[in-house]
């Protein structure tokens, strides 16, 4: 069974920077998109950055130019540069991915999720 780990959550200090990355225990064959999305309590989950096999990406207008999503040179890894931080990231973050690891289908994959708090 495929999972997806994030890692690299916690304490931030504003305007300082952090990094997650997500991990898949697959051997991802193809994705058409991943991506990261937060959470906070009481709201729906929002996208905040997405990357597509065809190499676009997109950003939610709140984390334009301060957070970058990138795919490691391990095909199973991905990233979100968080730089620029706002007590307004304050979420948990989850890694998500649209496609086929080896031996199952195409579908959409999630992580459990890791906290970022950021301090003012």
């Known amino acids: 069974q495929v999972q997806l780990v994030e890692s690299g959550g916690g304490l931030g200090q504003a305007g300082g920077s952090l990094r997650l990355a997500c991990e898949a225990s697959g051997s991802l064959i193809r994705f058409n998109v991943m991506g990261w999305y937060r959470q906070v309590p009481g709201k729906q989950r929002e996208l905040v950055a997405e990357?597509?096999?065809?190499?676009?990406?997109m950003y939610a207008d709140f984390v334009k130019g301060r957070f970058t999503i990138s795919r490691g040179s391990a095909k199973n890894m991905a990233y979100l540069q968080m730089n620029s931080l706002k007590p307004e990231d304050t979420a948990v973050y989850y890694c998500?991915?649209?496609?086929?690891?080896?031996?199952?289908?195409?579908?959409?994959?999630w992580g459990q999720g890791t906290q970022v708090t950021v301090s003012s």
């Open positions: 990357l597509t096999n065809s190499g676009r990406t």
């Open positions: 998500n991915v649209e496609g086929r690891f080896a031996g199952g289908p195409t579908q959409v994959y």
